[in-house]
């Protein structure tokens, strides 16, 4: 039996801890919810949040799901900046790529979300079945939104007044 101290359940749902713990402290120390200079509170209210996740084990399930696929895109990132480091000296991302690059990254956390918990599933169903019309209906109104606020937001520029 081969045994690694990171493949254990034990570590698996120790470093998910100390994930939720550091990012919940950082947040709240960033936003300064709770007041200023009360790293000790920050500390037990992310403590607490973060034991609380520990508690319920599908939400480990589906943080523990999540770090691969946030891993893989980091790398991805990283890839692309060291690439267009070499090529261009000094390389600035215009304002349309960092908004477009934003919105594939949030659709790909939606759609990774749906996947571990089983909800892309059920949406796939209800657009798949042919005596849905209303779904197709609906997909078609999503997508026709999306263009309409796409080329809206196109045609100011981003100038601001």
Do not use: H
């Not at 101290?5 to 960033?30: E, G, H, N, P, Y």
């Not at 992310?46 to 696929?69: D, H, N, R, T």
């Not at 980091?74 to 215009?94: M, N, S």
């Amino acid at each position: 039996m081969d045994f690694s101290l990171f493949t254990s359940s034990f570590a698996q749902a120790l470093l998910v801890f100390v994930l939720v713990f550091a990012l919940i402290f950082a947040i709240l120390q960033k936003t300064q919810l709770l007041g200023a200079n009360k790293s000790q509170i920050d500390a037990l209210v992310a403590g607490s949040a973060a034991l609380l996740v520990l508690s319920a084990g599908y939400a480990l399930e589906i943080i523990q799901g999540l770090i691969p696929f946030l891993a893989v895109s980091l790398v991805v990132i990283l890839v692309f900046l060291l690439l267009a480091g070499f090529f261009w000296k000094e390389f600035e991302v215009p304002g349309w790529m960092k908004t477009t690059a934003f919105a594939l990254a949030f659709v790909a956390v939606v759609i990774a979300v749906l996947n571990l918990t089983g909800g892309y599933d059920r949406i796939a169903g209800f657009f798949n079945e042919w005596s849905s019309l209303w779904g197709n209906v609906l997909l078609l109104v999503i997508v026709g939104i999306a263009i309409a606020v796409a080329l809206s937001s196109g045609k100011s520029g981003g100038k601001k007044d």
